[in-house]
């Protein structure tokens, strides 16, 4: 017997400082000359060589199912060209060490910011509607070979997540 998996929907609200404390940071723009402090990104990359890079992203939608987190790093995340994108994410500490279906969050990320995921914190994205997108990326050098760790919710739960 076959079960059909179960799509919810995720309302996907706009990202602030405040709404995204829970899974790491948001950075807008400020003025050049500005000293250091903890509105600017709270960086942990000493567990390795930082790697900062452009990837390019083909029209990914607006539906995941896997969620992957990095406990060795931090991680940045931005969109260039000023386009508008959607993460998933979920709080990094939790007793079973997995991410926990209800606490799955979406968020509308703008053009003009970029987030800092905390360390551990599960997340699934960048997604978006456009046919391209450009983001760049700053994490370890090899964070997706030794410390990238997916859960599958189809698998789980069988359960796939539609950000609106």
């Known amino acids: 017997m076959t079960t059909s998996k179960t799509v919810q929907q995720l ?4 990202i602030t400082p405040e709404n995204f404390r829970r899974y ?11 000293h250091f402090d903890g509105e600017d990104a709270q960086l942990l990359l000493d567990k390795g060589i930082p790697r900062f890079y452009i ?3 083909q029209s990914r939608g607006r539906k995941f199912h896997k969620i992957t987190r990095h406990v060795q790093c931090t991680q940045c995340l931005g969109s260039l060209e000023g386009k508008d994108w959607l993460m998933g994410v ?3 500490k939790n007793s079973a060490n997995e ?3 209800e606490d799955i969050a979406a968020f509308r990320i ?5 987030i ?3 360390v551990g914190t599960w997340h699934a994205g960048p997604y978006f509607e456009h046919e391209v997108v ?13 410390d990238h760790f997916t859960h599958d919710f189809l698998k789980s739960h069988n359960v796939e997540f539609e950000m609106v």
């Open 99 to 101: 991410p926990v279906l």
């Open 116 to 118: 800092k995921l905390e």
């Open 55 to 57: 990837m390019q992203l």
């Open 11 to 14: 309302q996907a609200q706009w």
């Open 134 to 146: 450009n983001f760049y990326n700053l994490e370890l050098s090899d964070t997706n070979v030794v």
């Open 110 to 114: 703008p053009g003009n910011c970029f």
């Open 90 to 92: 979920c709080p990094p």
């Open 24 to 34: 790491g940071q948001v950075i807008f723009p400020s003025q050049d000359g500005k």
